[in-house]
């Protein structure tokens, strides 16, 4: 008799194990929760739930992830975590930074994704267009650029600067860009009524020229960091007055939602300017880089 119930004593000591470890769902920041910053590991056929700093528990191994990159939870189940404090865990953001790119502002217009997007510009966006276009789908963008492109110029029906051979043209309907991304430069426009009114013409002129045109979108010389003045660069348009900024969203508060406004780039580091404006060869990769974090967020 006593041997008989030692047997069963022992078979249901061993039951409680057994059921114990396996409804263990794993705690925030060990198996099956997560950390700030980093993907934690569950064990396989664990359910994992979401840690509370955002970052997805997974049912199996799962890649270190860094603050601004998305994790989608396999196995486990969780969600996407971005790295930060959010208890639910969002989508992550671009793994790039970006300053100042009044994303809000950027969502208005036509519908994306666009079969044709086309960028105008100035000799400073050739600098980074490489890097740029190896970072985006290239059968969906093209660009033109006159190395002095100035925004008077572009506002003139007559000017040949809208003659300009397309580079890179697009997979599909290159003569009929479904977005057109222009970025407005003037030595010579120096008020916030003056920019509007180039501007202005510049749409009614992208209008009459594309007619396939979903959204027109502006975006600005860049920036050095925090807008401010560089102590190696003492060129004043490596500033973009508030002005220019204000007649921008002038222009696209008046376009009925044609016009948007697109992203204020800051350069990372005062060092990526060579003098002027234009850039060193790492500027030009981070900056491409910038604008390619950017627009994969707004297709």
Known sequence: MNGRLLIS?????????????????????????????????????????????????????APAVTSGDA??????????????????GTAGSAGNTMTNLDAASAGGGGAGPFACSEMIGLWVMSQWWSTFESGVDNAAWQYIFVHHGYLEQWADPASPYWATKTISPCAANPEGPDRVIFLPFSLTLKTGPEWQAQLSKVVDLIKTKFKSVK??????????????????????????????????????????????????????????????????????TGVGRLYVAYYKNHP
């Open 71 to 88: 994790a989608a939870g396999a196995a486990g189940g969780g969600a996407a975590g971005n790295g930060q404090d959010d208890a639910g």
């Open 9 to 61: 004593i022992s078979l249901f000591v061993a039951s409680y194990v057994v059921a114990s470890c396996t409804s263990n769902p794993g705690a925030p920041g060990s198996a099956g929760g997560g950390s700030m910053g980093s993907a934690s590991v569950a064990t396989a056929g664990t359910a994992g739930r979401a840690g509370t700093s955002g970052v997805a528990g997974t049912g199996g191994d």
């Open 215 to 284: 959204r027109i979108e502006f975006i600005t010389t860049l920036r050095s960091p925090g807008n401010q003045p560089c102590p190696n660069d003492n060129d004043p348009n490596v500033v973009v007055p508030a002005y220019v900024d204000q007649a921008i969203q002038n222009v696209a508060d008046a376009s009925g939602g044609v016009v948007t406004v697109g992203p204020k780039i800051e350069v990372a580091d005062c060092k990526w300017w060579t003098g002027g404006t234009d850039l060193t060869g790492e500027g030009n």
